[in-house]
């Protein structure tokens, strides 16, 4: 099998811990071939999806520290998708209009034969944060708006809410607002724009000292084991990227029930791949573009969760894919 992997550039990759290369060392561990692009090397000529690829494979025993883990096997040349047996997106945020435009060339082409793996149009219509809303029984109560006026009454009401562009990743741009809150309207006057841009609201969910858990569903199925990330004294976020500490621990019921309802939902849209976000009882976010966490959960417990992706990726292949409408 020859893997298309659409990536930020490699020397950038933290090797060590980064579930891109997870991924990479199982496919190669089973023989696959693999390729690598960047999101800006993605075209159309002629009417065909393209990109600029470059056949790589992962040098055994490398310094997983330093940027010596791959070496390129091919010089770069400029191939449809569909010349592969599959292509996975693995394309870090942000999610701006160039990354839009990116699940548009990829959905073009699915319709010329390629095998995306998260599809183009099942990643473009599932924002991350909005698409908790969908499953509202999960929630905590949520509003989202632009209107400053509606969020201080959601405010209001709750007392303690967390509010946060939809746009932002690895914690970015989070405030935790309590009932006496002296920079209420600054905060919403920045976070909207003056009202401009909408932004959530959520009433806040103590048990985040407890840590905000990653769930990874992948094929349908959940992985067994949810990372915490346990968030520093004093902080409100637990993202790893602003300081949060992961600790795997087992699923509990709530999300094991969270995590089979929504599992064959989304990959019957074409997500093999997702990643959840769970606070407490409370679903909070639904990954799709680029989910994390392999390494950090097989370390810690022994469970092979790329494996587990590359089983998935296997079976999806080995179905017949249906013809884009």
Not at 100 to 126: D, K, M
Not at 151 to 158: L, S, T
Not at 192 to 221: C, F, N, W
């Amino acid at each position: 099998m020859h893997v298309l992997i659409i990536l930020d550039p490699l020397p950038g990759l933290k090797a060590y811990k980064d579930s891109t290369v997870a991924m990479m060392r199982s496919l190669t561990a089973r023989g696959h071939r693999i390729s690598v692009a960047g999101q800006g090397d993605l075209f159309i000529d002629g009417g065909a999806v393209m990109s600029s690829v470059t056949g790589i494979e992962l040098v055994d025993g490398a310094d997983l520290h330093g940027h010596d883990w791959w070496r390129d096997t091919s010089p770069a040349e400029d191939l449809e998708l569909s010349a592969f047996d599959a292509v996975i997106m693995r394309k870090d945020p942000p999610f701006d209009m160039e990354y839009v435009y990116a699940t548009h060339l990829l959905e073009y082409a699915e319709a010329q034969g390629a095998r995306v793996f998260n599809a183009g149009a099942a990643i473009r219509n599932h924002p991350e944060k909005l698409t908790i809303t969908e499953f509202a029984r999960f929630t905590t109560p949520t509003l989202v708006s632009r209107d400053p006026a509606r969020i201080r009454a959601f405010h209001a009401v709750h007392g303690d809410v967390i509010v946060k562009p939809l746009d932002g990743m690895g914690g970015m741009g989070i405030f935790r607002l309590q009932r006496q809150e002296p920079n209420l309207n600054a905060i919403l006057e920045t976070l909207t724009h003056d009202g401009t841009r909408s932004i959530m609201a959520q009433r806040y969910i103590p048990e985040i000292v407890q840590g905000d858990k990653r769930v990874l569903v992948i094929g349908g199925r959940p992985v067994p084991y949810a990372l915490a990330r346990i968030p520093l004294a004093g902080e409100t976020r637990g993202n790893l990227a602003a300081g949060g500490r992961g600790v795997a621990q087992p699923l509990t019921a709530r999300d094991m029930e969270i995590a089979t309802a929504l599992g064959p939902v989304l990959a019957a849209r074409g997500l093999l791949l997702v990643g959840l976000d769970i606070i407490g009882d409370c679903l909070t976010e639904v990954n799709v573009t680029s989910p994390t966490c392999f390494v950090e959960i097989t370390e810690q417990t022994g469970f092979d969760v790329a494996g587990m992706f590359v089983d998935a990726l296997e079976a999806a292949l080995a179905t017949v894919a249906e013809p884009s409408q």
